[in-house]
Structure formats: C-alpha cells, structure tokens
C-alpha cells in the first residue's frame, strides 16, 4: 500500500550522504508531512535547513522513530544494523544506504531504473546498493535486457565521499598541507592521499584476493539484475577526486554489439546521459558528473581484445553522493509513496 504524506526521518543527517539526502528531497518536492533529522550526540541541537526552514538535529536513540512511516538511513553499518530493525518494530520502511541487509534474501536491493518491482517484496528494510555497483550498472542494464552480458571487467577510480565527510576533509587537507610544503598525517584513510591513489581501503579476502568493495559488484550485481550467471571481476581503486566516481568497463555480450547499438540503447536509458565528442576528446569526468543525477556514459568503442565483436569497452562516472547513494535512496522511497 502506497504511503501517502508520511513522516521520514534521516538517520545520519549531518554526514556527507545524509546532506544530500536533505538536498534530494527538497529538490525532488518528495512529498512529506514532517522531517525529522537524526545524528550522534555530538550533533544533537544542531540546525540544519530544509526548504529555508531550520530544522534541530535530534540525537538517535532507541525511541526515536515513533510515528516515522520512512527511514532513510546513512550512519554506517553498525547503526544500521542496530536502529534498521527497531524503526522497523516502530512501524517505519527503511532504505538502508549501509551493506548491513544488501544480501539478505529477505531484503529487497533495488535500483529503481532496473528493478523497481521488487519494492513490493520488502518485510520493512529496502536496500541501496554499493555506490560503485549502482555507477557501473545503471547504464549496463538497458543493454543486458537487449543483450545479456555475460562477463564484465571493472576498474574503479573511486571519491573521497565513499568514506564519508571526514575522508572528504582529509584529501582537502592533505593537498593544502601537501602543496604548502607541510608534512601531514592522515586520520581517516590507511595511506596518503594528496597527489596519490591506492588500492580500496576495504578488507582483502585471502582466499579470493578480492577486496569488500570488489566482492560487492559481483554480488549486488547479480543480485539486482537477477542474474546468478554474470561473471564480473573488478578492482577497485580510491583516486584523489572529492565526490564521483568513475569506472572503465569492459563488457562481453552473449551476441554481437557495436558502439553505434550500445550509443542508440543508452540514448533512450533513464539515468544516463552519453558524453562522448571523440573529435574534441571530451569525455566522463568526476567534475562534471559532480552535483547531477545521471550517469554520463562515453569512450564507447569495440573492445579490440576481443575479435568475435560481443565485447564493448565504456567509461562512466557517476556522482557517488547522488546516484551511488542519497539520489537512489530517494527514488526507493519514491516508489514507497507512489
Ligand atoms: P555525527 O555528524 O553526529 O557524527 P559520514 O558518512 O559523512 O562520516 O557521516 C556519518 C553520519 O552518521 C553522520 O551524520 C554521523 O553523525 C552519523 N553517526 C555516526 N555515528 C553515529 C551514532 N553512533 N549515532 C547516530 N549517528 C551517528
């Protein structure tokens, strides 16, 4: 049953999703009675503003969710798996921007250009997916309908914003501190940043040599396209770009596929827009696709490894705060009120 008026609450309000979270909903005139805003105890008695109107930040407790009918949480894991399911005893639907519930079979992991009919299916939390996995598959989807994709081969060049506002902070200040001459040393983030770039800074597994992040494409993917067959492998790297994320894809298809097909199913795609001017060599760059919604798709060409013509190469960059989180966090719970 579709709500209608409701009250939501976010759940990690002053963070670097959750800004964007009140952004979104502003922007997008989500339709709601009340707005609650929820943080740590460090934050509580802050004011935010929402639609020119201040707005205390309120600290989160157990009892915080009396009466919220939509949740949307960006706190971390921990939170998550802590409030997600007391909002939910409280009578709230949450949409989960943490990896907390991503797999659980019960929970629904959507993007709402690719499977928006699963909201049906949720017992009370919805998932958003990895901010790299939603980047990468938005524009993929349209053409697996047309064509499946068998394999894909990824290669992240991943923000700052991935790892919150303090890891947003640290690259400020460690290029300032670089550029001054000054030694600094890193909080947030295992290596220095500043004119740098590294590996993910999530957990490698020893026995895959994958790290979380890498593990998450292959998993969320399959789970979102439905699709327990897709063979993805990807590396994930963390580049020193504050807020979007870029990724080169090379994607072999069960049959032929030219770059003019994959141009003309992206040109209809929601959530995509082609950037691709070969002739001045404009491409997909973090900063324009900073502070937008779609997904700008370019560099697509004929993967030349590959002579049978089912393979393609693209690169894409998406805004990792917008789309890769607070933006389709906002679309669930669009379809939450529809
Ligand atoms: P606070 O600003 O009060 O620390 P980011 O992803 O940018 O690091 O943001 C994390 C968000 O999660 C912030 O809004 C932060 O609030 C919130 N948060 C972190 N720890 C807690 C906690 N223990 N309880 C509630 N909110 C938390």
């Avoid at 506002?165 to 640290?170: I, Q, S, T």
């Avoid at 200040?173 to 940043?193: C, F, I, M, N, W």
């Avoid at 067959?229 to 807020?243: E, F, G, H, K, M």
Wanted: net charge positive; glycine share 6%.
């Amino acid at each position: 049953m579709a709500l209608s008026n409701p009250v939501v609450a976010v759940v990690g309000a002053t963070g670097a999703v959750g800004v964007e979270f009140l952004d979104c909903l502003e922007k997008r005139q989500f339709p709601m009675k009340e707005l609650r805003l929820l943080a740590s105890a460090r934050s509580k008695g802050k004011t935010m503003t929402f639609k020119g109107e201040p707005i205390v930040v309120e600290e989160l407790t157990e009892s915080s969710f009396k009466s919220v009918d939509i949740a949307l949480f960006s706190a971390g894991g921990s939170i998550s798996k802590k409030f997600g399911p007391i909002a939910v005893q409280a009578g709230a639907i949450v949409v989960d921007n943490s990896s907390a519930f991503r797999m659980d079979p019960t929970v629904p992991l959507i993007v709402p250009e690719i499977n928006p009919e699963k909201v049906k299916e949720h017992k009370g939390i919805i998932a958003n997916p990895n901010c790299s996995t939603i980047i990468g598959i938005t524009p993929l989807w349209p053409i697996h309908k047309v064509n499946r994709i068998k394999r894909l081969i990824a290669s992240t060049y991943q923000a700052a914003s991935g790892a919150g506002a303090a890891a947003m902070a640290e690259l400020q200040e460690s290029t300032r501190a670089h550029l001054e001459g000054k030694s600094y040393q890193q909080k947030v983030l295992p290596h220095p940043y500043a004119f740098n770039l590294f590996s993910h800074n999530s957990k490698i597994d020893p026995a895959t040599g994958y790290n979380e992040e890498e593990t998450k494409m292959l998993k969320e993917t399959r789970k979102i396209f439905g699709d327990n067959d897709i063979r993805i492998s990807a590396t994930c790297v963390r580049v020193p770009v504050l807020r979007a994320h870029s990724e080169a894809l090379t994607v072999e298809c069960e049959r032929t596929i030219t770059p003019d097909e994959v141009r003309a199913i992206l040109a209809k795609a929601p959530g995509v827009k082609i950037v691709d001017d070969v002739e001045k060599n404009y491409m997909p760059m973090p900063k324009d696709a900073s502070g937008q919604g779609d997904i700008l798709c370019g560099r697509i060409r004929r993967d030349s490894s590959d002579p049978s013509g089912k393979s393609f190469c693209m690169f894409v960059a998406g805004d990792q705060l917008l789309k890769g989180a607070a933006l389709n966090a906002v679309q669930i719970a669009e379809l939450l009120v529809k």
